[in-house]
């Protein structure tokens, strides 16, 4: 007898598997698509032998239903689920729960898409769901009817479309499944913690499915053979994303809802495969980065998923991709509801927004220590406004060497009004003084950036302290606060005093009136530079410190002379 041969086999070169006695064990995730063939009789050759009942099956693993999506229920307990289940439990939920914040930012904004494609008005129909019964558990059902009628597009496995793939490349050379997924290392650098061999190793298909939802807001730039160029995704190599710290997942969708420009009239990429010619939010927040097919699952044979460690269910073990979309522009999406960027002065012109990334491995420690400043500035200039009630953000912020990701991190900010945010601005100034400060105190007097490596090196130890004070403070000040001068310049000097001190006390050299002479004029030029950065932050104000209007005097006209010094 001949077992009949499934699309899918065509499309990836292997035979669906062969199963006798009409029984069927694939592992969680896989249906029975195919019947059982009564026929008894099979032809090998010249020969005729009697066979038992065989099967063809297709694989399938829908992501509406099947368990993918890491969740902390607001009971403690954490599982994978569905898509209708994340979204129709989202009110008990109390987060998305995955190991790497990659997948946290790129699980909610894949959400937010399918919320948006199902109910294109979502954001003002949550909005008054919400009003009238602030303890709903969830999105309704009855918004949820394209996931019903349209279920196969969301099928990992489909003969046609499998889900956010493209068929197209099926021809490609074959690479190893484990490249969807950044964290696992490839090559044969031996500097890894985590090692794993191409093509032996696999994925299952839950972390296939997580690896291909990252593809549109993390993707770099990079090769694909000669005259084959990989485009970032659409805010480009390393962009940071904020999500608002909230009580449930429902929550934090309604937050997104809100920051989403208009009405949706785009198509998401499961919808349709054609290049958009502008990004909106369907299109934007699942632009196809890469073009990525999936072989067919295999049996574990005993190995577990090289990301999750599941030990059942299959392995992926190969994939297909080439260059996906080209950026319609070199800049970020402009309407993208979680993207941070910071404005800098440029030396001509208007103020330029640039991305956010986290500083080289390489860099002095206290560079990252003082990368919240930037995150918090960001996180306020997208709102536009004031955070509410001192709102938490959770920014998942990444750095890069080229197109390798070296680190992935979360960093929480509570961004304040706008005079906590400006006495966050004095600090980083006074930080910015500092080391020339200590410098001023040598005997020698250099304050160049290369001069006293040993200053520099004892400065960039003790700054993530110093931050860690500056944030404690700015999180306890009272709502729109408005310290005076005095109180300001106090802060300053309780935060900063300390760290020059012990710079001093680790640099200076000579004799122990001498290191104290250097610790008394280091003191006393801080103070100097504190009150200058504070009086000038102060001199648009009504009132200074004596209660006397102060005013900016007029530069006299006509004073520079022609060749002379100005």
Sequence with gaps: MEATLSPRADLHGREPEVVSQGV???????????????????????????????????????????????????GGRAERVGIKTALTNAGKIRQIAATNPMDNVALLRFLLAVLLWCKAEAKEALGRLMDADPKVLGIPEDWLGSLTEHEGKFDLFDCNYPFMQDVGVQDSKANAATEL??????????????????????????CCALGLVRWPCYATAGTKGAGQSMTASPNGNTPAYSLDVCDSLLVCLQASLNRIVGTPSDVPIWDSSKVPNSLGPLSGLTWRSRRVVLSVPS????????????????????????????????KPWEDDPHLVRVKRQRKKGEPEKVLIAHPSPNDPID?????????????VERLGTNPPNRAEFNVVVLGSNQALLKHVETIRVRPGAGSDMKQVGLTKDVLGRLRATVKASTPNEKTGKDDHPEINAAAALLTPEAEKQVQTVVANLPPASQPDTQSVKMLLRDIYQPVVEQVVDATAKGSPLRRRIAKDRARGDLNQRINEIVNEAHKPA?????????????????TGKKGGKR
């Excluded at 209007?549 to 006209?557: C, D, G, L, V, W």
């Design 542 to 558: 009504s009132a200074g410190e004596g209660g006397a209007t102060q005013t900016r005097a007029e530069k006299p006209k006509g």
């Design 299 to 330: 049996d574990n044979d005993g190995k577990p998923c090289a990301y999750c460690g599941a030990r059942e269910g299959g392995l992926v073990r190969e994939i297909r991709f080439q260059p996906g979309w080209k950026r319609l522009s070199d």
């Design 367 to 379: 560079r990252a220590a003082v990368l919240w400043r930037d995150l918090s500035q960001g996180v």
């Design 24 to 74: 069927l064990c694939l592992g969680a995730g896989y249906l029975q698509r195919w019947p059982v063939n009564d026929k008894r009789e099979t032809e090998r050759g010249n020969s005729k032998m009697k066979s038992t009942p065989v099967i063809s099956v297709e694989p399938s693993f829908n992501l509406l239903g099947e368990p993918w999506i890491p969740v902390l229920w607001r």
């Design 181 to 206: 997924v950044h964290d696992i290392p490839s090559g044969s650098a031996l500097n890894h913690f985590l090692h794993s061999n191409d093509f032996k190793a696999g994925l299952c298909p839950a």
